[in-house]
């Protein structure tokens, strides 16, 4: 029997993961957010699974609400006898990856903020679903914010 990629491991257990870009999005299983797209998914060159929720849920959140643990992200374990400067790159390109996700969505949701912030200054109150995206659109801001600066 051939292995699942871990890749398509935790697709098949997502509800509607949708193709963006050079991964995927769908909605995080970890949270009860209404944002179809919270959650980026990309596979790695080295086949391991990367994740960010925009609404601030760890990896070990995500991968244990649909039951699976996080080594299920890796198709083969990083051993403890790697050298410090193959773990230093690890962590350089999963940080790359990161920031690459929270650029790709910070344009959105700073035009949604201008957008309600217009919307205000002209006098128009914002719909309750409005105020709901409004405020996504703020934690989505600062979960990059933490990406990006790291605080």
Avoid at 94 to 110: F, H, R, S, T
Avoid at 115 to 137: F, Y
């Amino acid at each position: 029997m051939i292995p699942t990629a871990p890749i398509n491991l935790l697709l098949d257990r997502l509800d509607n993961p949708r193709k963006y870009g050079q991964g995927y999005r769908a909605a995080c299983p970890a949270h009860d957010g209404t944002s179809s797209s919270s959650l980026s998914i990309r596979e790695a060159d080295d086949g391991r699974v990367l994740l960010h929720c925009f609404a601030g849920c760890g990896a070990l959140d995500v991968v244990q609400s649909l039951g699976l643990e996080l080594k299920d992200l890796f198709e083969r374990p990083i051993t403890a006898n790697m050298t410090d400067e193959e773990k230093r790159r690890l962590r350089q390109l999963a940080k790359q990856d990161q920031w690459k996700a929270a650029i790709n969505y910070l344009p959105l949701e700073v035009s949604i903020v201008g957008i309600a912030a217009e919307d205000m200054a002209n006098g128009k109150s914002l719909s309750e679903p409005d105020q709901q995206r409004l405020i996504l659109a703020s934690k989505r801001i600062q979960s990059a914010k933490v990406v990006l600066c790291g605080r």
